[in-house]
């Protein structure tokens, strides 16, 4: 065991210097053992945007794959959302916290999300103790109107900035008892972002007048929302002049006074952003983030005001629906789309912990190996158990063997120089001299045929054919011995090469259906939440190969040593018979 013991170790203290974490960065606070960082890529690998934008809300989903809602409050009270710094807290809003189906959505203030780079960064902190519930404040977007999450609690018509609605009609009855003026719609519990308002191609729902909605003629004015229709057809935004619905064709139809545009197919039964800009003389129509169409206004276009009319004649979801008196970008409608859909070129999240962060706060080290190894199941757990037991009998016996053939080879070595200067066959010495030599334990065993025949002795009569026969064969059944010998534990590394990677798929196929169900059953169905466990089954396979690669290299090597071991064994045979039969034969 002496050699296994000075080989394993270095080997060890490599994998746990690969395992463990790299030197700590600073922590926003100790008390709080866990965050998550959530990175906008806007360069040209992620969502590229060519201007700075300020002031933006951004949705930061929650899932099981970036957030460990075990060791947070059951009721979210421990969450702060800091920026990159670590040190300047961000302004946010809890829309859904939901500990038991591990899902949660927070509307983050962004300052600045500047373009080119995948470091505009924000961090999530939680699960501390002692610590006071955060002021929840109103978080929309600067320069927003109205903003309409559809996540009163009541079924409430509320502007997310705050202000309580008044309506005409609805679409439903009231679900829960509220103030004689707060409308109430038919609620969709997983919507885009949250939850949604679900419209049947009824009359829809009407908002009274606001002097804050209206748009004067001529001024900038512009509207975001998130559509999911399950039938082609009617009105999903209407204020005076201003319309925006879809045809039977699934087109996005937009209209300001006289002027009307259309763009862009709208599939049923999928959600789509929709934006509209009017505003430097143009009506723009974004879908998806993409500009649709677009047309020149008459200098006198009309003044944007009146009741707001949702829904009317439209079969289907509704969600973020944002009104703005400003001029919105290009930049900012791919923004916007990209981040409230959770587009994954854009938006990555990981969870850390206190401790698996490297100095630049990446966590590419110590980060990435805690997720996934946090995120492996107890199947993937008793396969790598399982794959690392087979490592270290297949590195034991390639060690073994090792030793065994280079001792063997030194001695078969040493013997044939001394048989071969050996005038008399007889005379050399045999496996007492040379212990570690196969070769002299076969011609110690040939030997004493010899002797049991009376070779060597005087008066000894001449070898026949017969007796050389029968003393060939017993040296073969000796070499035959001393093949099994050196072949001895050579299965076991047959059954690391064919079992190891078969026990790995084994536990990775477990594990992604383990996570595949898990993700079914909390209905948060993103690239982000599947992620992680995905990944943490494939360490199943990896364990599975790395038992597979080094035997499969060490079985390689000992065969063919071994071979040419058992290639000398069969030349000394027939030296040997030979040299016996001239020397003490029948003439």
Request: charged fraction near 15%; charge should be negative.
């Amino acid at each position: 065991m002496r050699p296994l013991a000075w080989f394993t170790r270095p080997a060890l203290l490599l994998l746990l210097s690969l395992a463990v974490a790299t030197p700590v960065a600073a922590w926003w606070n100790e008390s709080y053992k866990l965050r998550t960082q959530v990175v906008l890529n806007t360069s040209q690998a992620g969502v590229p945007i060519s201007e700075a934008l300020s002031g933006v809300a951004v949705p930061v989903r929650l899932h099981s794959g970036n957030f460990d809602f075990l060791d947070a409050r059951t009721d979210g009270s421990d969450l702060r959302v800091l920026a990159a710094d670590d040190k300047t807290p961000l302004r946010f809003q809890v829309e859904r916290y939901d500990a038991v189906a591990e899902l949660a959505v927070l509307w983050v203030a962004v300052p600045t999300v500047a373009p080119g780079t995948d470091t505009n960064l924000l961090r999530v902190y939680a699960a501390a103790e002692g610590v006071a519930a955060e002021p929840q404040t109103p978080v929309v977007d600067s320069g927003a109107l109205l903003t309409l999450r559809f996540d009163d609690p009541n079924g409430a018509m509320r502007d997310a900035g705050g202000a309580l609605l008044t309506s005409t009609t609805s679409t439903t009855a009231p679900t829960a008892p509220a103030a004689p003026t707060a409308p109430t719609f038919a609620i969709e519990p997983n919507g885009m972002i949250g939850q949604s308002a679900r419209f049947d191609a009824g009359a829809g729902l009407e908002l009274a007048p606001a002097d804050r909605l209206r748009a004067a003629a001529g001024a900038p004015f512009s509207l975001s929302l998130w559509a999911r229709p399950a039938l082609l057809g009617g009105t999903l935004f209407a204020q005076g002049p201003l319309t925006v619905g879809l045809d039977a064709s699934g087109k996005v139809v937009a209209g300001l006074g006289r002027q009307r545009i259309e763009g862009g197919a709208l599939p049923p039964s999928a959600w789509v952003h929709i934006g509209l800009t009017v505003g430097a003389g143009r009506l723009t129509l974004y879908v998806d983030g993409t500009q649709a169409a677009q047309a020149d206004l008459a200098p006198a276009a009309p003044a944007i005001e009146g009741a707001l009319r949702l829904g009317a004649g439209y079969a289907g979801l509704i969600d973020e629906l944002q009104l703005s008196g400003t001029l919105r970008s290009a930049d900012w409608m791919k923004f916007n789309r990209a981040a409230q859909g959770a587009d994954a070129k854009l938006v990555a999240s990981m969870l850390q912990r206190e401790g698996q962060v490297s100095e630049d706060g990446d966590g590419a080290q110590g980060g990435y190996i805690g997720i996934l190894v946090k995120n492996l199941t107890i199947d993937a757990w008793v396969v790598i158990g399982l794959c690392g037991v087979m490592l270290v009998i297949a590195i034991w016996v390639m060690i073994d063997k090792t030793v065994l053939v280079q001792r063997v080879d030194r001695g078969n070595r040493g013997f044939l120089l001394g048989f071969r200067a050996s005038a008399d066959p007889m005379l050399a010495q045999g496996a007492q001299v040379h212990a570690s030599s196969p070769l002299a334990r076969l011609y110690d065993a040939g030997i004493a045929q010899l002797r049991q025949r009376g070779i060597g002795e005087a008066g000894a009569l001449p070898l026949s054919g017969a007796s050389m026969d029968a003393v060939k064969a017993a040296v073969d059944a000796d070499m035959v011995r001393e093949s099994q010998r050196l072949n001895s534990l050579m299965v076991l590394l047959t059954i690391a090469i064919s079992g190891g990677p078969f026990l790995g798929l084994l536990g990775t196929v477990v594990g992604v259906m383990i996570t595949f169900a898990a993700i079914a059953q909390a209905g948060d169905v993103n690239v982000n939440a599947i992620a992680p466990g995905i990944a943490a089954a494939l360490l199943a396979t990896v364990a599975g190969l790395a038992v597979a690669i080094p035997a499969l290299f060490g079985y390689n090597y000992l065969a063919s040593r071994i071979k040419n071991i058992s290639a000398d064994m069969q030349i000394f045979v027939d030296e040997f018979v030979t040299r016996v039969a001239e020397r003490y034969g029948q003439r």
